[in-house]
């Protein structure tokens, strides 16, 4: 798996991109394809202290680049690449029309982050998975 993302970097890319597009769209392209409703934002499971839907975008987005970056010099690019776009894509909600900044958005994004940055960690510390 991890060699099929690290021969692919396009699939990271091309997840980013989607992203930004999604993130910054004003309205909900998601609701509008599922409710067809703009208004609407399509939930996965329920909201407890942070946003669930945040956390699990940015679960997936760092697992796919952790998976497609594994030099240890790049991974410190990619944590703070992501950590970057999180904070500054939740920013530009202050000024989209019809999207609004919320903390648990903000937190769901980081926390999502900061827990593959951890099981990647252990992962590298204990060599587990390591022929």
């Known amino acids: 798996m991890t ?4 021969n692919n970097k396009i699939i990271f890319y091309l997840i980013n991109i989607i992203l930004v597009i999604l993130y910054l769209y004003p309205g909900s392209l998601l609701g509008l394809i599922v409710y067809n409703d703009i208004k609407s934002q399509p939930q996965i499971t329920d ?3 942070i946003s669930s839907n945040h956390f699990y975008v ?5 697992i796919i680049g952790f998976l497609t970056f594994k030099n240890k010099k790049k991974n410190h690019h990619l944590i703070l690449y992501l950590i970057s776009i999180s904070v500054i894509l939740e920013i530009f909600h202050l000024y989209i ?3 609004s900044y919320q903390w648990s958005d903000l937190f769901g ?3 999502g982050v900061l827990v593959v940055f951890f099981i990647n960690n252990l992962i590298n510390k204990y060599e587990i998975f390591k022929k």
Do not use: G, V
Not at 3 to 6: A, G, T, Y
Not at 58 to 62: E, P
């Open 97 to 99: 029309p019809a999207r």
């Open 109 to 111: 994004n980081l926390i």
């Open 58 to 62: 940015f679960f997936l987005i760092s």
């Open 47 to 49: 909201d407890f202290i």
């Open 3 to 6: 060699k099929f993302f690290s």
